[in-house]
C-alpha cells in the first residue's frame, strides 16, 4: 500500500480506537435503579439519605458511576444527570432535593418558594450576600447555596451573585454545582459576606464551557444560543510560552492560528501600523482567522475584547498567566452585539480577578526554553562548486559584462566571475585561475554563518502573583519578565508586565473595578538578518564568502561598484566602501522602546431587583520608539558619505552634506495610540414565577482610537552632545556621479482619529429552563464612512433559539444521555476597511520645482458613499455529553454570505484614476467544525483522555462584475483579481507543455494548442484552477494520560485539501543587477544547449524571453505541491509535587515539553514543509521551526 496513503490512516484509526475506548468502556456499564444506586452508595459509605419516593422513582443510575474517590463524588455520578441535588446535613447524613432553582426545606423535604434576596428579616436572621465564581474567577450562574440546618437555598444570578437570609443559628453554608466540587464553608451570624471559588470535580468534562462572556455580560452555557468555544487558564497553561497565540494554537476548532516567525515571536514589533485597526506595524509574525475570510480589503484579524473593552494593541502586550478564561464568539448571535467590529470574530478575554474574604495567596511560575539553530539545508541552494558554474555559462554567454578598475561607476561583482573575465582577459593564467576557483569550489561557507551569525535560541519567563481581599474588596496583583533570545546574534528582547485589578463594595449594595495593566517592551536587532543574505535582489552573500579568514579576521566585500575602482576611491579621501557583515555587527546600534498602559473603571449599582446599572470607562494608551544609530563605523553611513561625496578635481574629497568625523545618523520612528471607551448600560436578570427567566441588556457606548506616527532622521549626530548637523531635505546635494540628488529623511508625521457612537441591547428569554429566545440589535456610527448619515450609521442584528432536548420529558429518564441541546441562529455582522475614506485624500508638497509654487497630489478620489462591508450568518449547532459525561463535544454547521465588500472596481481613466475602493464585491461561504472530547479511562491512579477538533470551511466570490486583466493572465498564481465561483485564496496556473528548442517554456492555452513565451496568454481558459493556499480541513487531537501524578500530553495537527506553490529559481541574474543571485539548486537543471529540452523543464537563462519564460515555469501546473499534513505539535510530561506535608505550599508542579517534533506524514514528495514556503528573499526565509525543549515550574503558596 502507498505510505502517503497508510500513514494518515495509521493516523486516523488511533483517533478512532481512542473514542472507540470509550464506546467500549460504556458499554460494560449496567444500568440500575437510583434506588438501587443509593443503598449501594449507602452501604459503602455507611451514610444515610433523607429524600421524597416520588422524586427518585422511575429513575436509573449507571453501575460504572458508583466507582469513585468519595462520597461527594459518588452521589454527583448518580444524581446530576438525574436532575438532583444531595445537600450535606451532619456527619454522614445527606438530603436529596430536585434541582429546580427554588429556595428548598430541607427538614420537611418540600419546596417553599422563597425568592433570592427575599425574607421577613427579624433579629433572629442576618443577611450573607457575595459571589461564587470557578477557578479562574469566572463567574458561575445557577450554584446552589444553602444554609445548613435550615429550610433556605437560593441560587447565584447570571453574574454568580447571590443574597439570602439564614437563621443566626447557621454555622456553615453549603454551595454546589454541576461539574464541580461540593463546598461547605463555616459561617457566624456576624458574616455579612462571601465569595467562594469553587473546584472542578476530577475528570469532569464539562468544566470549562458552563460559561460565555461576550464582553457586555456572562451567561450560562445552557442560556447561550450563539456559537462560543471557551478556553481557561488550565488550558493555556499547557503550553508554557510568553505569547498567548503561541498558547491558542490548535485548541479552538474553527479557529486557524498560523505562526510565521520560526516561533520566536514573542514580542517583534508590536506598535500599530498607522494604517491598520487590528495589526503591528512592519510584521507578519502570526495571522489569526475565525471560520476563514469574510472579506478581500477589510480587516481580517477578529476583534480582541479585554475585560470588556476593545483592545487595539498587539496580543503579545498580555501576560497568559494573568488571563482567566478566553472565548471565541464565532457567529452571529454571539459575536453581533459587538456590530461592525465582529464579522471576523470575536475574541473575548478575561483576566484574573481577587475574591473577598480570601486570605492571600501567592503563585509563582517559570518558564524556560532552548531551541537548537535553524537548519540551513532546508533551503536547498546551490553549493560553491555549482554556484561557480553557473557564473561561468553567464561570462561565457555574455550575460555579464566585464568590470573595470578604472572605469568610473563599474558595477560589482561576485569573485568567481571576476576571476573568469580576469582569464578571459588574459592578466592571470589558466593554472592560477584553476587553483582559485578549485579553492573556491571547496569552501562552504554555511558552518562560518551558523558559528558567527547563529545561535540556539532561548526564552525565559518569571511570574509573580498575589491574590485575596476582605469584606469589602478583592485584588489581583501580577508582575512577570521574560527576556528571548532569538536565533539570530544581536537580537534580543525583554518584556516586563504589570498587572492590578481591584473590586470593592460601596454601601454594601455598589460594585467598583479598577483595573490597570501596563507592558514595557526593549528590543534590540542585529545588523544583519539571515534573510537578507541569501536574497537575490540585493547583494548576495555567495556560498564560498567567508565571514573571517584564515586567520580568523572579518572579511569585507565590494558591494556598490567594483572592488579595483572602490580601492582607488579610498586614496583619493573616501571611506572605506566595503561591506564587512560581522563589522556591522559589531557596530549596530538598533533599538525599540514601548509602553503599553491599559485602565478601566467599572461601576454597577443594584437599582431594584434583578435591575442594574453600569457605567463604564476605558483607556488605553501606547508610546513607542525605534532608533537605529549608524556611526561612522557602518556601512549605512559610509556609503552615504561617499554616494554625496563628488570626485575632486583636485586635492581630497569633501562630501557635500558636511558630515564631520566622529558623528553618525541617527534615525527615529515614534509611533503612539490613544483610545478611550465610554459606556453607560442597563442590566436586568430575573426568573419570573417559577417557569420563566428574563435577562436583558441595554446601553450606549462612544469610543474614540488615535494612532500616530512620525519620522526623522538627524544628520552628523553626535552620541556625547545631541548634536546634530542641520540639513536641507528639499535642496539637492552633489554625488559621487557629477548629478545632484536630495537627501532622504525628511520629518513626516501621520495622524489619524476614528470616532464610534454606538447603541446596542441583548435578550434572552428562557422558558421551563428548556426553551431560550434571544436576540441583539447595534447601531453603530462612524467618522470616517460617508457624508450622509445612511452611509456611516448602519444597524445589525441576530436572533437565536435554544432547545435543551434532554429536559423533555422523552429523554430526561435516559441516563445514557447526560444533555443535549440544539441551537440555531441567524444575524448579521459588520466590517470596515481603515484605510478607506469618504473625502479627498491628498498629499501636500513642499514646491513645485518650476514655480516654486506649493503643489499638493491626489492619493485617493472623494469617495462618499462608503458604506460598512456586512456578513450574514446563519448557524446551526448541537451540543451534547453522554455515558456519564465521558463523551462530550458539539457540531455546528454554518453558512456566511458578504455583501458591499470592499475592492478596487475599474474607473474611467478620464477621471484621474483607473479604479476606486468602493463596497461592489460579494462572497459567500460554508463550514462545519466539531469538537470532541472523551474519557476512556477514568480511575483513582490513572485518567486517559482524548480530544478531537475538525473544521472545514470554503468560500468562493460570487460578484461577477471584475475583469480579468492582462496583470492577472501573466502573473496568474499570484494574481489578486477575484473570480466570480472561486475562493478568494485560489491559486491559477499555466499547464506547463514542457521547454522549446531554445529552452523557453511553453504552455498550453484554452484549445490545447503550445503557447511560447514571445506569445501573449489572452483567456483565463488557458489556465486551469490548481487550489487554495488556505487548507479547508484543519484541525487537531490531543490526548493525556495521568498515572498518579505523573501526566503526559500530545497534540497534534493536521490540515488537508490547500496547495502551494514550489519554492523555485526567482529570477536569473544579468549584467544589470550586481552580484544578485538566486542560489536554488533548481539552476543547476536549467536548459544550456540544444537537447536539454528532453530532460528538464527548467527554462534557459538567456535571451531576451527569458525572464517571461521563467515566470511562466514559476506559475505552471509542475510546481503545485499538495499542503497536506499531520504534524506533531508537543509533547509534554508534568509532575504534580506532593506538598502535603508542605503547609505553607497549596499546591506545585514540574513540567516538560517538547514543541516543534516535526510532520509525521506530509503529501507532498519534495519534503517541504507547507507551513514554512517562503524561499530567498530579502524578507522571509521560511526556515521551519526548530525542535524547542521547555521547563515549566508552578508553585501556590
Same mark, same amino acid.
Do not use: C
Given at each position: 500500500?502507498?505510505?502517503?496513503?497508510?500513514?494518515?490512516l495509521?493516523?486516523?484509526?488511533?483517533?478512532?480506537?481512542?473514542?472507540?475506548? #470509550?464506546?467500549?468502556?460504556?458499554?460494560?456499564?449496567?444500568?440500575?435503579?437510583?434506588?438501587?444506586?443509593l443503598?449501594?452508595?449507602?452501604?459503602?459509605?455507611?451514610?444515610?439519605?433523607?429524600?421524597?419516593?416520588?422524586?427518585?422513582?422511575?429513575?436509573?443510575?449507571?453501575?460504572?458511576?458508583?466507582?469513585?474517590?468519595?462520597?461527594d463524588?459518588?452521589?454527583?455520578?448518580?444524581l446530576?444527570?438525574?436532575?438532583?441535588?444531595?445537600?450535606?446535613?451532619?456527619?454522614?447524613?445527606?438530603?436529596?432535593?430536585?434541582?429546580?432553582?427554588?429556595?428548598?426545606?430541607?427538614?420537611?423535604?418540600?419546596?417553599?418558594?422563597?425568592?433570592?434576596?427575599?425574607?421577613?428579616?427579624?433579629?433572629?436572621?442576618?443577611?450573607?450576600?457575595?459571589?461564587?465564581?470557578?477557578?479562574g474567577?469566572?463567574?458561575?450562574?445557577g450554584?446552589?447555596?444553602?444554609?445548613n440546618?435550615?429550610n433556605?437555598?437560593? %441560587?447565584?444570578?447570571g453574574?454568580?451573585?447571590?443574597?439570602?437570609?439564614?437563621?443566626?443559628?447557621?454555622?456553615?453554608?453549603?454551595?454546589?454545582y454541576l &461539574?464541580y466540587?461540593?463546598?461547605?464553608?463555616?459561617?457566624?451570624?456576624?458574616?455579612?459576606?462571601?465569595?467562594?471559588?469553587?473546584?472542578?470535580?476530577?475528570?469532569?468534562?464539562?468544566?470549562?464551557?458552563n460559561?460565555?462572556?461576550?464582553?457586555?455580560?456572562?451567561?450560562?452555557?445552557?442560556?447561550?444560543?450563539?456559537?462560543?468555544?471557551?478556553?481557561?487558564a488550565?488550558?493555556?497553561?499547557?503550553?508554557?510560552?510568553?505569547?498567548?497565540?503561541?498558547?491558542?494554537?490548535?485548541l479552538?476548532p474553527?479557529?486557524? #492560528?498560523?505562526?510565521?516567525?520560526?516561533?520566536?515571536?514573542?514580542?517583534?514589533?508590536?506598535?500599530?501600523?498607522?494604517?491598520?485597526?487590528?495589526?503591528?506595524?512592519?510584521?507578519?509574525?502570526? *495571522?489569526?482567522?475565525?471560520r &476563514?475570510?469574510?472579506?478581500?480589503?477589510?480587516?481580517?484579524f477578529?476583534?480582541?475584547?479585554?475585560?470588556?473593552?476593545?483592545m487595539?494593541?498587539d496580543?503579545?502586550?498580555?501576560?497568559?498567566?494573568?488571563?482567566?478564561?478566553?472565548t471565541?464568539?464565532?457567529?452571529?448571535?454571539?459575536?453581533?452585539?459587538?456590530?461592525?467590529?465582529?464579522?471576523?470574530?470575536?475574541?473575548?478575554?478575561?483576566?484574573?480577578?481577587?475574591?473577598?474574604?480570601?486570605?492571600?495567596?501567592?503563585?509563582?511560575?517559570?518558564?524556560?526554553?532552548?531551541?537548537?539553530?535553524?537548519?540551513?539545508?532546508?533551503?536547498?541552494?546551490?553549493?560553491?562548486?555549482?554556484?561557480?558554474?553557473?557564473?561561468?555559462?553567464?561570462?561565457?554567454?555574455?550575460?555579464?559584462?566585464?568590470?573595470?578598475?578604472?572605469?568610473?561607476?563599474?558595477g560589482?561583482?561576485?569573485?568567481?566571475?571576476?576571476?573568469?573575465?580576469?582569464?578571459?582577459?588574459?592578466?592571470?593564467?589558466?593554472?592560477?585561475?584553476d587553483?582559485?576557483?578549485?579553492?573556491?569550489?571547496?569552501?562552504?561557507?554555511?558552518?562560518?554563518i551558523?558559528?558567527?551569525?547563529l545561535r540556539?535560541?532561548?526564552?525565559?519567563?518569571?511570574?509573580?502573583?498575589?491574590?485575596?481581599?476582605?469584606?469589602?474588596?478583592?485584588?489581583?496583583?501580577?508582575?512577570?519578565?521574560?527576556?528571548?533570545?532569538?536565533?539570530?546574534?544581536?537580537?534580543?528582547?525583554?518584556?516586563?508586565?504589570?498587572?492590578?485589578?481591584?473590586?470593592? $463594595?460601596?454601601?454594601?449594595?455598589?460594585?467598583?473595578?479598577?483595573?490597570?495593566?501596563?507592558?514595557?517592551?526593549?528590543?534590540?536587532?542585529?545588523?544583519?538578518?539571515?534573510?537578507?543574505?541569501?536574497?537575490?535582489?540585493?547583494?548576495?552573500?555567495?556560498?564560498?564568502?567567508?565571514?573571517?579568514?584564515?586567520?580568523?579576521?572579518?572579511?569585507?566585500?565590494?558591494?556598490?561598484?567594483?572592488?579595483?575602482?572602490?580601492?582607488?576611491?579610498?586614496?583619493?579621501?573616501?571611506l572605506?566602501? $566595503?561591506?564587512?557583515?560581522?563589522?556591522?555587527?559589531?557596530?549596530?546600534?538598533?533599538?525599540?522602546?514601548?509602553?503599553?498602559?491599559?485602565?478601566?473603571?467599572?461601576?454597577?449599582?443594584?437599582?431594584?431587583?434583578?435591575?442594574?446599572?453600569?457605567?463604564?470607562?476605558?483607556?488605553?494608551?501606547?508610546f513607542?520608539?525605534?532608533?537605529?544609530?549608524?556611526s561612522?563605523?557602518?556601512?549605512?553611513?559610509? /556609503?552615504?558619505?561617499?554616494?554625496?561625496?563628488?570626485?575632486p578635481?583636485?586635492?581630497?574629497?569633501?562630501?557635500?552634506?558636511?558630515?564631520?568625523?566622529?558623528?553618525?545618523?541617527?534615525?527615529?520612528?515614534?509611533?503612539?495610540?490613544?483610545?478611550?471607551?465610554?459606556?453607560?448600560?442597563?442590566?436586568?436578570?430575573?426568573?419570573?414565577?417559577?417557569?420563566?427567566?428574563? !435577562?436583558?441588556?441595554v446601553?450606549?457606548?462612544?469610543?474614540?482610537?488615535?494612532?500616530?506616527?512620525?519620522?526623522?532622521?538627524?544628520?552628523?549626530y553626535?552620541?556625547?552632545?545631541?548634536?546634530?548637523?542641520?540639513?536641507?531635505?528639499?535642496?539637492?546635494?552633489?554625488?559621487?556621479?557629477?548629478?545632484?540628488?536630495?537627501?532622504?529623511?525628511?520629518?513626516?508625521?501621520?495622524?489619524?482619529?476614528?470616532?464610534?457612537?454606538?447603541y446596542?441591547?441583548?435578550?434572552?428569554?428562557?422558558?421551563?429552563?428548556?426553551?431560550?429566545?434571544?436576540?441583539?440589535?447595534?447601531?453603530?456610527?462612524? /467618522?470616517?464612512?460617508?457624508?450622509?448619515?445612511?452611509?456611516?450609521?448602519?444597524?445589525?442584528?441576530?436572533?437565536?433559539?435554544?432547545w435543551?432536548v434532554?429536559?423533555?420529558?422523552?429523554?430526561?429518564?435516559?441516563?445514557?444521555?447526560?444533555?443535549?441541546?440544539?441551537?440555531?441562529?441567524?444575524?448579521?455582522?459588520?466590517?470596515?476597511?481603515?484605510?478607506?475614506?469618504?473625502?479627498?485624500?491628498?498629499?501636500?508638497?513642499t514646491?513645485?520645482?518650476?514655480?516654486?509654487?506649493? *503643489?499638493?497630489?491626489?492619493?485617493?478620489?472623494?469617495?462618499?458613499?462608503?458604506?460598512?462591508?456586512?456578513?450574514?450568518?446563519?448557524?446551526?449547532?448541537?451540543?451534547?455529553?453522554?455515558?456519564?459525561?465521558?463523551?462530550?463535544?458539539?457540531?455546528?454547521?454554518?453558512?456566511?454570505?458578504?455583501?458591499?465588500?470592499?475592492?478596487?472596481?475599474?474607473?474611467?481613466g478620464?477621471?484621474?484614476?483607473?479604479?476606486i475602493?468602493?463596497?461592489?464585491?460579494?462572497?459567500?461561504?460554508?463550514?462545519?467544525?466539531?469538537?470532541?472530547?472523551?474519557?476512556?479511562?477514568?480511575?483513582?491512579?490513572?485518567?486517559?483522555?482524548?480530544?478531537?477538533?475538525?473544521?472545514?470551511?470554503?468560500?468562493?466570490?460570487?460578484?461577477?462584475?471584475?475583469?480579468?486583466?492582462?496583470?492577472?493572465?501573466?502573473?496568474?498564481?499570484?494574481?489578486?483579481?477575484?473570480?466570480?465561483?472561486?475562493?478568494?485564496?485560489?491559486?491559477?496556473?499555466?499547464?506547463?507543455?514542457?521547454?522549446?528548442?531554445?529552452?523557453?517554456?511553453?504552455?498550453?492555452?484554452?484549445?490545447?494548442?503550445?503557447?511560447?513565451?514571445?506569445?501573449?496568454?489572452?483567456?483565463?481558459?488557458?489556465?486551469?484552477?490548481?487550489?487554495?493556499r488556505?487548507?479547508?480541513?484543519?484541525?487537531?487531537?490531543?490526548?493525556?494520560?495521568?498515572?498518579?501524578?505523573f501526566?503526559?500530553?500530545?497534540?497534534?495537527?493536521?490540515?488537508?485539501?490547500?496547495?502551494?506553490?514550489?519554492?523555485?529559481?526567482?529570477?536569473?541574474?544579468?549584467?544589470?543587477?550586481?552580484?544578485?543571485?538566486?542560489?536554488?539548486?533548481?539552476? !543547476?537543471?536549467?536548459?544550456?544547449?540544444?537537447?536539454?529540452?528532453?530532460?528538464?523543464?527548467?527554462?534557459?537563462?538567456?535571451?531576451?524571453?527569458?525572464?517571461?519564460?521563467?515566470?511562466?515555469?514559476?506559475?505552471?501546473?509542475?510546481?503545485?505541491?499538495?499542503?497536506?499534513?499531520?504534524?506533531?505539535?508537543?509533547?509534554?510530561?508534568t509532575?504534580?509535587?506532593?506538598?502535603?506535608?508542605l503547609?505553607?505550599?497549596?499546591?506545585?508542579?514540574?513540567?516538560f515539553?517538547?514543541?516543534n517534533?516535526g510532520?509525521?506524514?506530509?503529501?507532498?514528495?519534495?519534503?517541504?514543509?507547507?507551513d514554512?514556503?517562503?524561499?530567498?528573499?530579502?524578507? %522571509?526565509?521560511?526556515?521551519?521551526?526548530?525542535?524547542?525543549?521547555?521547563?515549566?515550574?508552578?508553585?501556590?503558596?
Amino acid at each position: 500500500m502507498n505510505k502517503n496513503f497508510t500513514r494518515p490512516l495509521y493516523f486516523l484509526l488511533v483517533v478512532l480506537l481512542a473514542f472507540g475506548a #470509550v464506546f467500549q468502556a460504556a458499554a460494560q456499564n449496567k444500568q440500575i435503579s437510583l434506588e438501587q444506586a443509593l443503598d449501594a452508595i449507602s452501604k459503602k459509605y455507611k451514610t444515610k439519605f433523607a429524600y421524597e419516593h416520588s422524586i427518585v422513582q422511575g429513575k436509573t443510575a449507571s453501575s460504572a458511576s458508583l466507582k469513585a474517590k468519595s462520597v461527594d463524588e459518588a452521589l454527583k455520578n448518580v444524581l446530576y444527570p438525574n436532575n438532583l441535588l444531595f445537600l450535606y446535613v451532619s456527619e454522614g447524613n445527606y438530603t436529596i432535593v430536585s434541582r429546580d432553582g427554588k429556595t428548598l426545606d430541607v427538614n420537611a423535604q418540600a419546596n417553599l418558594p422563597t425568592l433570592s434576596g427575599t425574607s421577613n428579616s427579624s433579629n433572629n436572621e442576618f443577611y450573607l450576600s457575595g459571589q461564587v465564581t470557578d477557578e479562574g474567577s469566572i463567574p458561575l450562574p445557577g450554584v446552589t447555596i444553602k444554609s445548613n440546618g435550615s429550610n433556605r437555598v437560593v %441560587t447565584t444570578d447570571g453574574n454568580g451573585k447571590y443574597s439570602i437570609f439564614v437563621p443566626n443559628t447557621t454555622t456553615s453554608i453549603s454551595f454546589s454545582y454541576l &461539574g464541580y466540587q461540593t463546598s461547605n464553608l463555616p459561617v457566624t451570624a456576624n458574616t455579612s459576606s462571601l465569595n467562594v471559588s469553587l473546584t472542578p470535580a476530577a475528570g469532569n468534562q464539562l468544566q470549562d464551557v458552563n460559561i460565555v462572556s461576550n464582553g457586555y455580560q456572562v451567561l450560562p452555557k445552557e442560556r447561550s444560543t450563539g456559537a462560543a468555544f471557551g478556553v481557561t487558564a488550565k488550558d493555556l497553561q499547557k503550553i508554557p510560552t510568553p505569547n498567548v497565540v503561541q498558547r491558542l494554537e490548535s485548541l479552538i476548532p474553527g479557529v486557524k #492560528v498560523t505562526l510565521n516567525s520560526d516561533n520566536m515571536f514573542t514580542y517583534g514589533n508590536t506598535q500599530q501600523g498607522i494604517n491598520s485597526g487590528t495589526r503591528s506595524l512592519g510584521r507578519s509574525d502570526y *495571522n489569526m482567522e475565525v471560520r &476563514g475570510s469574510n472579506t478581500l480589503r477589510g480587516e481580517t484579524f477578529p476583534l480582541v475584547v479585554v475585560d470588556g473593552a476593545i483592545m487595539e494593541l498587539d496580543l503579545s502586550t498580555l501576560n497568559p498567566n494573568d488571563i482567566a478564561n478566553i472565548t471565541f464568539l464565532k457567529d452571529a448571535a454571539a459575536a453581533s452585539i459587538w456590530g461592525t467590529r465582529a464579522a471576523n470574530g470575536v475574541v473575548v478575554i478575561t483576566t484574573k480577578k481577587g475574591q473577598s474574604g480570601q486570605a492571600p495567596q501567592v503563585s509563582f511560575s517559570m518558564t524556560a526554553a532552548v531551541a537548537n539553530r535553524p537548519d540551513l539545508g532546508y533551503l536547498n541552494m546551490m553549493n560553491s562548486a555549482q554556484v561557480i558554474a553557473y557564473e561561468q555559462d553567464l561570462v561565457a554567454k555574455n550575460l555579464i559584462f566585464a568590470p573595470s578598475a578604472t572605469t568610473a561607476f563599474s558595477g560589482t561583482v561576485a569573485d568567481a566571475t571576476d576571476l573568469t573575465f580576469k582569464l578571459k582577459a588574459g592578466t592571470i593564467t589558466q593554472a592560477a585561475y584553476d587553483a582559485e576557483i578549485s579553492r573556491l569550489s571547496a569552501l562552504d561557507n554555511r558552518s562560518q554563518i551558523n558559528d558567527y551569525l547563529l545561535r540556539p535560541s532561548s526564552n525565559q519567563q518569571y511570574n509573580l502573583s498575589v491574590t485575596g481581599g476582605g469584606k469589602s474588596s478583592d485584588y489581583f496583583y501580577s508582575a512577570s519578565y521574560s527576556k528571548e533570545n532569538p536565533y539570530t546574534r544581536g537580537t534580543e528582547g525583554q518584556r516586563l508586565t504589570l498587572t492590578m485589578n481591584n473590586n470593592f $463594595k460601596l454601601f454594601k449594595i455598589a460594585t467598583l473595578s479598577a483595573n490597570f495593566r501596563a507592558s514595557f517592551f526593549k528590543y534590540k536587532t542585529g545588523a544583519v538578518s539571515l534573510s537578507s543574505l541569501f536574497s537575490p535582489t540585493a547583494s548576495t552573500f555567495m556560498p564560498y564568502n567567508q565571514l573571517v579568514d584564515a586567520s580568523g579576521n572579518h572579511k569585507a566585500y565590494s558591494t556598490v561598484y567594483y572592488s579595483g575602482w572602490v580601492d582607488n576611491l579610498q586614496n583619493q579621501g573616501y571611506l572605506n566602501w $566595503k561591506y564587512s557583515v560581522l563589522d556591522e555587527m559589531d557596530n549596530v546600534d538598533n533599538s525599540q522602546n514601548e509602553n503599553n498602559y491599559n485602565f478601566n473603571l467599572n461601576l454597577n449599582v443594584p437599582v431594584f431587583k434583578g435591575l442594574s446599572a453600569n457605567a463604564f470607562f476605558a483607556n488605553e494608551r501606547n508610546f513607542g520608539n525605534t532608533r537605529n544609530y549608524y556611526s561612522e563605523a557602518t556601512f549605512f553611513y559610509r /556609503n552615504l558619505v561617499n554616494t554625496f561625496t563628488p570626485i575632486p578635481t583636485s586635492g581630497r574629497a569633501v562630501n557635500s552634506i558636511g558630515l564631520s568625523p566622529g558623528s553618525g545618523i541617527l534615525n527615529n520612528l515614534s509611533g503612539y495610540n490613544n483610545n478611550y471607551t465610554l459606556r453607560g448600560q442597563l442590566n436586568y436578570d430575573h426568573i419570573l414565577g417559577t417557569e420563566h427567566q428574563l !435577562t436583558a441588556i441595554v446601553g450606549s457606548e462612544i469610543r474614540q482610537t488615535k494612532v500616530g506616527q512620525g519620522t526623522s532622521v538627524l544628520y552628523g549626530y553626535n552620541t556625547g552632545n545631541g548634536i546634530s548637523r542641520p540639513v536641507n531635505f528639499f535642496t539637492p546635494y552633489a554625488t559621487i556621479q557629477g548629478s545632484t540628488q536630495g537627501i532622504a529623511g525628511s520629518p513626516s508625521q501621520q495622524d489619524k482619529v476614528r470616532r464610534y457612537l454606538s447603541y446596542y441591547s441583548n435578550v434572552a428569554y428562557t422558558y421551563k429552563g428548556k426553551y431560550t429566545l434571544s436576540g441583539s440589535a447595534r447601531y453603530d456610527d462612524y /467618522n470616517n464612512f460617508g457624508v450622509d448619515r445612511k452611509f456611516r450609521a448602519t444597524p445589525l442584528w441576530s436572533s437565536g433559539l435554544k432547545w435543551d432536548v434532554k429536559k423533555e420529558s422523552f429523554l430526561n429518564t435516559q441516563n445514557w444521555l447526560n444533555s443535549l441541546s440544539i441551537r440555531a441562529t441567524y444575524g448579521v455582522n459588520g466590517n470596515i476597511s481603515t484605510n478607506t475614506f469618504p473625502f479627498t485624500y491628498i498629499s501636500l508638497g513642499t514646491g513645485d520645482s518650476a514655480t516654486g509654487l506649493p *503643489n499638493a497630489s491626489i492619493i485617493a478620489p472623494a469617495n462618499p458613499e462608503l458604506r460598512w462591508e456586512k456578513t450574514y450568518v446563519a448557524n446551526l449547532g448541537v451540543d451534547f455529553a453522554l455515558l456519564d459525561n465521558r463523551l462530550s463535544g458539539s457540531v455546528d454547521v454554518y453558512s456566511k454570505r458578504g455583501k458591499d465588500l470592499f475592492y478596487e472596481f475599474p474607473i474611467n481613466g478620464t477621471y484621474g484614476f483607473t479604479s476606486i475602493n468602493r463596497n461592489v464585491a460579494s462572497m459567500s461561504g460554508n463550514g462545519v467544525e466539531f469538537n470532541l472530547n472523551g474519557t476512556v479511562i477514568r480511575e483513582k491512579d490513572y485518567e486517559w483522555n482524548a480530544g478531537l477538533n475538525f473544521a472545514y470551511n470554503t468560500n468562493k466570490i460570487t460578484d461577477t462584475r471584475f475583469i480579468v486583466n492582462s496583470t492577472f493572465l501573466s502573473n496568474p498564481a499570484f494574481g489578486s483579481v477575484p473570480l466570480d465561483g472561486y475562493p478568494n485564496d485560489k491559486i491559477f496556473v499555466f499547464r506547463n507543455a514542457g521547454l522549446d528548442a531554445n529552452g523557453l517554456t511553453q504552455v498550453f492555452d484554452q484549445n490545447g494548442n503550445k503557447v511560447g513565451s514571445g506569445q501573449n496568454v489572452t483567456s483565463v481558459d488557458a489556465l486551469v484552477y490548481a487550489g487554495r493556499r488556505t487548507p479547508p480541513y484543519f484541525g487537531s487531537f490531543n490526548t493525556s494520560f495521568r498515572y498518579k501524578a505523573f501526566t503526559l500530553m500530545a497534540v497534534a495537527t493536521y490540515q488537508f485539501g490547500n496547495v502551494f506553490m514550489r519554492p523555485t529559481i526567482s529570477a536569473y541574474s544579468s549584467s544589470r543587477q550586481g552580484v544578485k543571485y538566486d542560489l536554488h539548486e533548481d539552476i !543547476t537543471k536549467r536548459w544550456i544547449k540544444a537537447g536539454d529540452e528532453a530532460f528538464t523543464n527548467v527554462p534557459g537563462a538567456a535571451g531576451a524571453l527569458a525572464p517571461t519564460s521563467l515566470l511562466r515555469y514559476q506559475q505552471s501546473d509542475i510546481n503545485v505541491l499538495k499542503g497536506d499534513y499531520i504534524r506533531l505539535r508537543e509533547l509534554a510530561l508534568t509532575y504534580q509535587v506532593p506538598v502535603e506535608q508542605l503547609k505553607f505550599i497549596r499546591s506545585a508542579n514540574v513540567g516538560f515539553s517538547v514543541r516543534n517534533l516535526g510532520l509525521l506524514w506530509r503529501a507532498n514528495k519534495e519534503g517541504l514543509d507547507p507551513d514554512f514556503v517562503g524561499g530567498l528573499s530579502a524578507s %522571509t526565509l521560511g526556515l521551519p521551526s526548530p525542535v524547542s525543549y521547555n521547563f515549566s515550574l508552578n508553585v501556590n503558596f
